[in-house]
């Protein structure tokens, strides 16, 4: 069975800190992308980050980057996604996703989110 888990979201001030890590399980983890999504109260998805970890090749969208890093420690099949200065606006449940690509529209396995709220 497929399993993603994200877990590491927490309430942290406007300019602080978080790692977010999705915990996987049920697949060969070289043969998938793993991607971050996010979404805000009363917004639509959206994509944060994706890393493959075969060559571990990393995407960014513009929601944040410059103040996020996807990283992946294969050997125990988890994917990290540190988030610096975080503003009120990346307040949002954090879900990680896999599918053999980054760059596909739609995405394979899903896994519960996490809450990151940043209030002002």
């Known amino acids: 069975e497929v399993q993603l888990q994200a877990s590491g979201g927490g309430l942290v001030q406007a300019g602080g800190s978080l790692r977010l890590s999705c915990t996987t399980s049920g697949f060969t983890f070289d043969d998938y992308a793993i991607g971050w999504f996010r979404q805000a109260p009363g917004k639509e998805r959206e994509g944060v980050s994706c890393i493959s970890p075969s060559d571990g090749s990393t995407y960014y969208q513009n929601s944040m980057k410059g103040r996020v890093t996807i990283s992946s420690d294969n050997a125990k099949g988890t994917v990290y996604l540190q988030m610096n200065s975080l503003k009120p606006e990346d307040t949002a449940v954090y879900y990680c996703?896999?599918?053999?690509?980054?760059?596909?529209?739609?995405?394979?396995?899903w896994g519960q989110g996490t809450q990151s709220t940043s209030p002002a």
């Open positions: 996703a896999a599918d053999p690509y980054c760059t596909d529209s739609s995405w394979q396995y």
